[in-house]
């Protein structure tokens, strides 16, 4: 998985580009934690063999948390959630699931360890891994469509039985705490992370400022 920093950089820069008017502290911090959130799994991992990148990162969430979201701000004679928060309320949870889905699992998606999408209806990790460029001798090349007889989007690493994504909180197979090996937290891994995570940060403190002016 991404460093659970870089998700939360993208879920800063989609709740900077999408919370409008609802911008304010809490509702950035909400959003920040919506982009966080999906990473806990790794901590079920102790407790359920190869949890990480599939219980929290599964659609089924995000998709149930929608389909709500939608009964009750669309169908709903009265939406409670804009009755108790207002349209502030329901900003919030929008731009928050928005977060949850781009930056919390999608980031986790575009990288070799992958993500159990369909988790625990189809065990099966699947990663979107690839380039695109145009040559002048070759036109347009492509790597995230393989043909092998037919037309293959994704690629999988294995299933929770086969498949470990290695976390500072479980870095090794299996259940339990494995107190004998090294423990890694690492908050980026490249430059262009780190580039991520400091226009989050320079973007955030330039609008709440804006705010308090």
Same mark, same amino acid.
């Given at each position: 998985?991404?460093?659970?920093?870089?998700?939360?950089?993208?879920?800063?820069?989609?709740?900077?580009?999408?919370?409008?008017?609802?911008?304010?502290?809490?509702?950035?911090?909400?959003?920040?934690?919506?982009?966080?959130?999906?990473?806990?799994?790794?901590?079920?991992?102790?407790?359920?063999?190869?949890?990480?990148?599939?219980?929290?990162?599964?659609?089924?969430?995000?998709?149930?948390?929608?389909?709500?979201?939608?009964?009750?701000?669309?169908?709903?004679?009265?939406?409670?959630?804009?009755? +108790?928060?207002?349209?502030? #309320?329901?900003?919030?949870?929008? &731009? !928050?699931? /928005? @977060?949850?889905? $781009? =930056?919390?699992?999608?980031?986790?998606?575009?990288?070799?360890?992958?993500?159990?999408?369909?988790?625990?209806?189809?065990?099966?990790?699947?990663?979107?891994?690839?380039?695109?460029?145009?040559?002048?001798?070759?036109?347009?090349?492509?790597?995230?469509?393989?043909?092998?007889?037919?037309?293959?989007?994704?690629?999988?690493?294995?299933?929770?039985?086969?498949?470990?994504?290695?976390?500072?909180?479980?870095?090794?197979?299996?259940?339990?705490?494995?107190?004998?090996?090294?423990?890694?937290? +690492?908050?980026?891994?490249? #430059?262009?992370?780190?580039?991520? &995570? !400091?226009? /989050? @940060?320079?973007? $955030? =403190?330039?609008?709440?400022?804006?705010?308090?002016?």
């Amino acid at each position: 998985m991404a460093p659970t920093l870089v998700n939360v950089a993208f879920g800063v820069l989609i709740g900077l580009a999408l919370l409008g008017a609802a911008f304010d502290r809490r509702s950035i911090a909400l959003v920040a934690l919506a982009a966080a959130l999906p990473d806990l799994d790794a901590v079920a991992s102790l407790v359920i063999e190869g949890a990480t990148n599939a219980l929290l990162h599964s659609l089924w969430l995000p998709a149930a948390v929608g389909v709500v979201l939608y009964w009750d701000t669309r169908y709903r004679e009265t939406s409670w959630l804009a009755g +108790r928060y207002g349209l502030y #309320g329901v900003r919030v949870a929008w &731009v !928050a699931l /928005a @977060a949850y889905l $781009v =930056a919390g699992v999608g980031v986790d998606l575009f990288r070799p360890s992958g993500v159990n999408l369909l988790y625990p209806v189809h065990d099966r990790f699947y990663a979107v891994v690839g380039g695109l460029l145009l040559s002048t001798h070759d036109g347009v090349v492509q790597s995230f469509l393989v043909f092998e007889g037919a037309p293959i989007p994704l690629s999988s690493p294995g299933t929770t039985a086969d498949h470990h994504v290695a976390t500072w909180v479980n870095p090794t197979p299996g259940t339990g705490i494995d107190r004998g090996v090294e423990r890694e937290v +690492r908050f980026v891994e490249t #430059g262009w992370q780190l580039v991520v &995570v !400091a226009a /989050a @940060a320079v973007a $955030v =403190a330039v609008r709440l400022r804006e705010e308090g002016e």
